[in-house]
């Protein structure tokens, strides 16, 4: 009889212990730190959505890139309300987000200006800044709202081929840089007097998010397209 308790109270055991809930996976403890994130924004009165990436460092700065250079300034992620504020200190400028998560700041407001709005904004997988450069050459890149593709050293290392239009005419062959997750590219001569760039975010292995604009010399950018997802053929 003994016996026969004890090997009903290691069956017992045995099917508690297998059928525990598992534990949660934990979260970091600073989700923010030395990470990189993109998202969307638009300048008061404009309807065109610009491209960006984040760049939150672990000294409370942070670097804000788009297609018109970089800004820097400082970060705070509050623990209490998972709020993230971002000030510019040029602008004296400050817009918070909450945190979902691990990988999404929602919630966008603007603290004490209204010069621009910003979109969500989500987390670039530290795996894509890897993948990148040595994933990125000889393939093809194809917009889904404007018939333009890019294609990576195909006409030479280090250069991009752009086309565009129905006949995928040949615009031109500009030098690309890459910096993190950020792509940009050199002028391509667009005719006697006009020219174009493109600057774009990686925000995943297969999707590059880019906006192209057009000037001409010697003029500021006079018409910028809305951010267009370039997906991996």
């Not at 971002?86 to 919630?107: C, K, R, V, Y």
């Not at 995928?168 to 002028?187: D, N, R, W």
């Not at 667009?190 to 880019?210: C, P, Q, Y």
């Amino acid at each position: 009889m003994r016996h026969f308790l004890s090997i009903l109270l290691g069956s017992i055991v045995g099917f508690s212990c297998s059928t525990q809930t598992p534990e949660p996976a934990p979260v970091d403890a600073d989700p923010i730190s030395d990470t990189y994130w993109h998202g969307l924004f638009s300048y008061k009165g404009e309807a065109t959505q610009r491209v960006f990436t984040i760049q939150f460092k672990k000294n409370g700065s942070f670097t804000w890139q788009d297609m018109n250079g970089s800004n820097s300034g400082t970060w705070d992620f509050s623990k209490t309300d998972d709020k993230v504020t971002i000030t510019f200190p040029a602008q004296n400028a400050q817009t918070s987000f909450t945190l979902l998560g691990s990988d999404e700041l929602s919630s966008p407001k603007n603290l004490n200006h209204l010069l621009w709005n910003v979109a969500q904004l989500r987390k670039i997988e530290t795996k894509i800044l890897q993948l990148i450069p040595q994933n990125l050459p000889k393939t093809q890149w194809l917009g889904q709202l404007y018939s333009y593709s890019l294609s990576f050293d195909e006409g030479g290392a280090g250069k991009v081929n752009w086309r565009g239009g129905s006949a995928a005419t040949l615009f031109g062959s500009p030098v690309y840089t890459i910096t993190g997750p950020v792509i940009t590219s050199e002028e391509v001569s667009l005719g006697l007097s006009n020219r174009g760039r493109f600057f774009g975010v990686f925000i995943n292995d297969k999707t590059l998010r880019a906006n192209f604009w057009f000037y001409q010399v010697g003029q500021a950018p006079n018409e910028v397209y809305n951010a267009d997802d370039f997906i991996k053929k």
